[in-house]
């Protein structure tokens, strides 16, 4: 099993990253909860973040909101992430997350959507630096976790102020920065421009997380390399693939074979419907159900059937019956 790495006296999870260099899971709303945390980790994951959850939902004890910070405490360095722009509200929220299990505690200023950015919190906030500062050191305050970022390169072509938002992280208290170089105007077109990154990483001495675009081992040893990050972080390449995380680390790493991968997706909807019941974990696993299936053969019948399927039994029914077809095909 995967040791958590424990920091050393005075120094952060985060410090850690700099002599473990790990590929670490993004956070991914609605996808990086507890079970699937669970399982990238189980696959060799060492460092995760989970999805982002909304403080003031938080604070006003919001049952969804709650849900979405379990499984904190974990066997492998977990990161909580905060979505908002009230100080107090992120530091009332930042002290949940720690006592839930937290590692440490990051704060959003990445999500592109309309509905958070209107209320002036995720990318929103990379054009209030003066407010940025004010959250950070609220929350550095009061939480004795380390506080880190994951921004965007900056709000559009106007306004690329990653290098900005970074200096000032880091003279607040911040302890790490995780930087996804595309601006919020971009959202997730394009090509993530790795030279933010690298720009980010020489304006200051805190550990730099690279992100965006990383799909094989060959694209993060270029990450690392062009960049001097202290870490690369995965996201949508993660879904269905959980295995990535060792695939990058262990260049004599074998894939799991296609039965395999379905095991691994059993264990997967097992660990959903224990967190959240039979129904709603079966329906939530049919995101994850079609990105397992993306590299699989003859899944045909898996994906005809795979809008009806409501329960654990349906699903590992099916899928078991998958398994055999593979065998019958001999694609193993
Ligand atoms: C479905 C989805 C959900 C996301 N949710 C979050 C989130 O909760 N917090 C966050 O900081 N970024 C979030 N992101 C952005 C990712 O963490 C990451 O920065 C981005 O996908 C680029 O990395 P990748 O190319 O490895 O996917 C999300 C992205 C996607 C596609």
Same mark, same amino acid.
């Given at each position: 099993?995967?040791?958590?790495?424990?920091?050393?006296?005075?120094?952060?999870?985060?410090?850690?990253?700099?002599?473990?260099?790990?590929?670490?899971?993004?956070?991914?709303?609605?996808?990086?909860?507890?079970?699937?945390?669970?399982?990238?980790?189980?696959?060799? $994951? +060492?460092?995760?973040?989970?999805?982002?959850?909304?403080? /003031? !939902?938080?604070?006003? %004890?919001?049952?969804?909101? *709650?849900? =979405?910070?379990?499984?904190?405490?974990?066997?492998?360095?977990?990161?909580?992430?905060?979505?908002?722009?009230?100080?107090?509200?992120?530091?009332?929220?930042?002290?949940?997350?720690?006592?839930?299990?937290?590692?440490?505690?990051?704060?959003?200023?990445?999500?592109?959507?309309?509905?958070?950015?209107?209320?002036?919190?995720?990318?929103?906030?990379?054009?209030?630096?003066?407010?940025?500062?004010?959250?950070?050191?609220?929350?550095?305050?009061?939480?004795?976790?380390?506080?880190?970022?994951?921004?965007?390169?900056?709000?559009?072509?106007? $306004? +690329?102020?990653?290098?900005?938002?970074?200096?000032?992280? /880091? !003279?607040?208290?911040? %302890?790490?920065?995780?930087? *996804?170089? =595309?601006?919020?105007?971009?959202?997730?077109?394009?090509?993530?421009?790795?030279?933010?990154?690298?720009?980010?990483?020489?304006?200051?001495?805190?550990?730099?997380?690279?992100?965006?675009?990383?799909?094989?081992?060959?694209?993060?040893?270029?990450?690392?390399?062009?960049?001097?990050?202290?870490?690369?972080?995965?996201?949508?390449?993660?879904?269905?693939?959980?295995?990535?995380?060792?695939?990058?680390?262990?260049?004599?790493?074998?894939?799991?074979?296609?039965?395999?991968?379905?095991?691994?997706?059993?264990?997967?909807?097992?660990?959903?419907?224990?967190?959240?019941?039979?129904?709603?974990?079966?329906? /939530?696993?049919?995101?994850?159900?079609?990105?397992?299936?993306?590299?699989?053969?003859?899944?045909?019948?898996?994906?005809?059937?795979?809008?009806?399927?409501?329960?654990?039994?349906?699903?590992?029914?099916?899928?078991?019956?998958?398994?055999?077809?593979?065998?019958?095909?001999?694609?193993?």
């Amino acid at each position: 099993m995967t040791e958590k790495m424990e920091p050393k006296e005075n120094r952060t999870v985060f410090d850690e990253l700099r002599s473990t260099r790990p590929v670490v899971l993004a956070p991914l709303s609605g996808i990086t909860d507890a079970p699937f945390r669970e399982i990238c980790r189980k696959q060799g $994951c +060492r460092f995760v973040y989970a999805e982002m959850t909304s403080s /003031e !939902a938080l604070v006003r %004890s919001n049952d969804r909101a *709650h849900a =979405r910070i379990r499984g904190l405490n974990a066997p492998v360095p977990t990161v909580a992430q905060l979505l908002g722009n009230r100080p107090s509200v992120m530091a009332d929220a930042a002290e949940m997350c720690v006592e839930m299990g937290a590692d440490a505690v990051d704060i959003n200023l990445g999500c592109p959507a309309k509905q958070i950015v209107r209320g002036g919190g995720g990318s929103a906030l990379m054009r209030e630096p003066l407010l940025v500062a004010e959250i950070i050191r609220t929350m550095a305050s009061r939480i004795r976790k380390p506080v880190s970022v994951k921004m965007r390169a900056g709000w559009d072509d106007q $306004c +690329r102020n990653a290098v900005e938002i970074a200096r000032l992280a /880091e !003279a607040e208290g911040a %302890s790490a920065i995780a930087v *996804h170089p =595309r601006t919020r105007t971009q959202a997730f077109k394009g090509h993530a421009n790795w030279e933010v990154i690298a720009r980010v990483k020489e304006a200051v001495s805190i550990p730099v997380i690279g992100n965006g675009d990383v799909r094989c081992r060959e694209d993060a040893v270029r990450m690392f390399d062009s960049t001097g990050c202290d870490a690369v972080m995965v996201g949508r390449a993660a879904l269905g693939h959980p295995w990535i995380f060792r695939e990058i680390e262990d260049p004599g790493f074998e894939p799991p074979d296609f039965t395999r991968r379905i095991d691994i997706a059993i264990e997967h909807i097992h660990l959903l419907v224990e967190e959240k019941g039979s129904y709603r974990g079966a329906l /939530e696993f049919r995101k994850h159900l079609a990105c397992y299936l993306k590299s699989m053969p003859e899944n045909k019948l898996v994906r005809e059937q795979m809008n009806r399927l409501d329960s654990l039994e349906s699903v590992v029914d099916i899928l078991e019956r998958y398994k055999q077809r593979l065998h019958e095909f001999s694609f193993q």
